[in-house]
């Protein structure tokens, strides 16, 4: 079963799953790319979730935060509920400071990121799915609104758990984990462009050495890593499911040539582009 909201006045919209064997996410292979991010929660047995290309064991009761750029298919889709939100409906960017650790949840350092229900999430999970139902029955000018609160109420409750399980999250003093996280998402909105650690260091008030400092006493990957890391899973998704040449994808992601591109790819993917494409 699927259930939408559209918004015509903000072109907001938002999409709620319930036992849909056709879930899935085409990414990059989208003919028309739309930015939805994705909440997936696992109300059947373990399975299979395949994810750019990579396959991993999404745990029974369970969530799982996806983001609209990822190529991602189910084992067993009708075991699932999901919701998904563009940037219209809600923006997590613009309200990550209410929500706290959002960078982390759809863009962290550690991805993809299980997050594992307790019973008592459980029964909160069932009461939010039976809650997110009784509001679609409203067909009035405050439901889009209703259905926003609802998905900041579930993007809490993740938060929170998370928090829990994650040593980073768990460890770090609040101060800190602003920091890492807000790289996260600065880095996401601007790695195609930026390749430097003073770009970001600049955005956080740092000098480039006190950040990469402060990511070691961390025992965080380096920021320049992490910065090429996520360069480089862009490349791999632009090579999966678009018919760009190198020269494109050099073009797309920043670099002055398609030489240095290949340069780079090769240096931290392992593959040279050609070789890579055709696996």
């Not at 559209?6 to 879930?23: C, K, P, Q, Y």
């Not at 955005?203 to 920021?223: D, E, I, V």
Request: charged share 25%; with cysteine; aromatic share 12%.
């Amino acid at each position: 079963m699927i259930r939408e909201f559209n918004d015509s006045n903000t072109a907001g919209r938002f999409i709620m799953h319930v036992n849909n064997e056709f879930l899935h996410g085409l990414g990059m292979r989208d003919e028309v790319p739309q930015t939805i991010n994705t909440f997936v929660y696992n109300k059947g047995e373990e399975q299979t979730v395949t994810i750019d290309e990579i396959n991993y064991k999404m745990p029974s009761k369970s969530i799982l935060p996806l983001v609209s750029n990822q190529h991602f298919s189910f084992e067993h889709p009708a075991a699932l509920l999901a919701w998904q939100f563009n940037r219209e409906f809600y923006c997590i960017l613009d309200h990550d400071a209410e929500v706290g650790c959002v960078g982390f949840l759809f863009y962290g350092i550690h991805h993809p990121m299980f997050i594992l229900l307790g019973e008592k999430e459980v029964r909160d999970m069932a009461q939010l799915e039976q809650t997110f139902g009784d509001e679609w029955q409203f067909k009035d000018k405050f439901q889009g609104e209703m259905l926003r609160t609802l998905l900041k109420r579930l993007i809490i409750k993740a938060t929170r758990v998370a928090k829990e399980q994650c040593d980073d999250y768990r460890d770090l003093p609040d101060d800190k984990l602003d920091i890492v996280r807000k790289f996260s998402l600065i880095l996401e909105g601007n790695f195609r462009k930026e390749h430097g650690v003073k770009f970001y260091a600049d955005g956080l008030n740092k000098s480039p050495k006190t950040l990469t400092n402060l990511f070691a006493l961390l025992n965080q990957q380096s920021p320049s890593k992490l910065i090429q890391n996520r360069i480089i899973l862009e490349a791999k998704r632009y090579l999966h499911y678009t018919d760009k040449s190198a020269k494109e994808i050099a073009y797309e992601l920043g670099f002055e040539s398609p030489a240095h591109f290949s340069k780079f790819f090769k240096s931290y993917a392992g593959d040279n582009i050609s070789s890579f494409r055709k696996k």
